[in-house]
C-alpha cells in the first residue's frame, strides 16, 4: 500500500466525486463530530451508541416511547451478545464472515 498511495488517492477522490452531495456532507459532519469528541474525551464507542439510540428513535418517530424503549434495549442485549458470548449470539442470529480480496499489483 505504500508504493500505491497516489492511486489509492485518486480512487477514493474519484469515489466521492461520484457519490450524491447530500452523502458527501453526511461523511463531513460525522468527521467534525468525530474530532470534537475525540477532543472533549469522549469514546468512540460512545458516539456510535448516540448514533444507534437517535437512529432507533428517527426509525420508530411515530411509535410510542415503550416501543422504543424496547427496541433500544433489544439492541443492546444483541450487542452484549456479540461482544461477550458470540457462540450463542451466532447460533440465535447466525454469523456469516466475509473475506475481503486483497489486490496484489
Given amino acids: ?52 439510540n437517535f437512529s432507533i428513535e428517527a426509525i420508530n418517530e411515530h411509535s410510542s416511547n415503550i416501543y422504543i424503549n424496547l427496541v433500544k434495549i433489544g439492541y443492546r442485549i444483541k450487542l452484549w451478545l456479540f461482544e461477550h458470548l458470540f457462540w450463542l449470539f451466532n447460533y440465535i442470529y447466525g454469523f456469516k464472515e466475509y473475506a475481503i480480496p486483497i489486490e496484489v499489483n
Fill in 1 to 52: 500500500m505504500k508504493n500505491n498511495d497516489e492511486i489509492n488517492f485518486e480512487k477514493i477522490s474519484y469515489l466521492f466525486q461520484a457519490l450524491p452531495s447530500d452523502v458527501v456532507f453526511i461523511f463531513k459532519a460525522m468527521h467534525i463530530i468525530g474530532v470534537h469528541n475525540r477532543r472533549s474525551g469522549g469514546t468512540t464507542r460512545d458516539r456510535l451508541m448516540a448514533f444507534t
